[in-house]
């Protein structure tokens, strides 16, 4: 079996394996048949301006888009974008792909589209080719610069670390038209979701607050700030901003509400969430179903399983429909307290009430099974529901197949994952490898070892490959 697998490996590891998925003839295979070559991020450029080469020909531009020979195969905007998609982990081929689908096939590249390529581009700090794109945008109609453009490039570039060149995207949008006050709520969103809350914070509040910025900060903003101290764990920051805010006048609503209570149960402290919940009942704030859903959730830690379901039923009786959050939640909470033939029930139950259950539905219950055949059971059963399993489902169970020694399914997992399109990222490779060199198949971990090298995705130092770092280096992958 395991002979038969490693034969058809390179077959199965095709970097155009996603897109036969996808197209139905082999033009773009033909005419881009040379290897891939490495897509490991280059050094987070600071470099704003875009500019284009002097001597630029026109099949890199995706606007010079000549009428396509009448044999060349027919694209929708659909099969484009799951292209790219597949293509996330290789920008190099995303680039190519979106050039040979306009040049080549007369597509018409829509905004979509082009946010969509940025994003891969973006992923691997390449913002000098992402720039090149968004001034090719803005000469059509058909694909003008939106907010979500920008929403793209904040995201990539604070999480590149790169502020400053952020807040100069946020300035460059003014001749878009897009300089505005979602623009600057997007830019202060992506500064708070990476972890820049001290400069999110200086640009709201500080002295130069006003300088340059279309400024807006009500309570949308302050929420998303107190959001960023929640996801860098700062609690007692958390507390002083929470504070601060009843200090400054500032209208607390749902969401604000939402988030100290996620903090409280995120902080070890359950039962001050249900405080909050009894406060906001008592301010006749009207409850949705994530404050339900968090109260549940810290209900369940503080007094038991059988409180939550309680409360389950009580949100039920008051009108509150329980979404895939709540019945994740119960799910959980059952599995935890070793139920997990209680949680199936309420996985039956989820498809009765017309709710799809999503990836984490079965996540939650994967981390509790123990027994392989059963996991591949529910594995099969969750594709059967038409949920889409994530990279991280993939490794999640190779690694735990991986951990009990079991191979056999880790290569069924990693063959369903390349036979539903999915590009290997490292985190696959090394559960991957991390199996094998268990099982003492030093060699072929070693094959895959530097495929993925040759891939540009970062391989973990394993002694038995002989990769160990140097002392002073870190073995952690």
Known sequence: MLSSLHSRRHSLLSPHHSLLLLLRNQSFLTSHSHPSSSTQPSKPKSYFQPKSPPNSTPHLNPLHNPKAPPDSPSFDQTTVLQTLSCYANDWKRALEFFTWVSTSCGFRHTTESYNRMIDVLGKFFEFDLAWNLIVQMGKSADSMPNHVTFRILFKRYVSAHLVNEAVSSYHKAHEFGLRDEVSFSNLIDALCEYKHVIEAEEMCFGKNANVGLCLCVDTKIYNMILRGWFKMGWWSKCREFWEEMDRRGVEKDLYSYSIYMDIQCKSGKPWKVVKLYKEMKEKGIRLDVVVYNTTVNAMGRSDGVEFALRLYREMMELGCEPNVVTYNTIIKLLCENGRVREAYKVLDQMQVKGCAPNVITYHSIFGYLEKPREILRLFDRMMGSGVRPRMDTYVMLMRKFGRWGFLRPVFVVWKK????????????????????????????????????????????????????????GSENG
């Open 417 to 472: 994952m390349e036979e539903h399109g999915l590009s290997p990222d490292e985190h696959a490779y090394n559960a991957l490898i991390d199996a094998l060199v268990q099982k003492g198949m030093i060699d072929m971990a070693r094959e895959y070892d530097q495929e993925m090298l040759e891939k540009g995705l970062s391989a973990k130092p394993r002694a038995d490959l002989g990769t160990k770092l140097v002392s002073g």
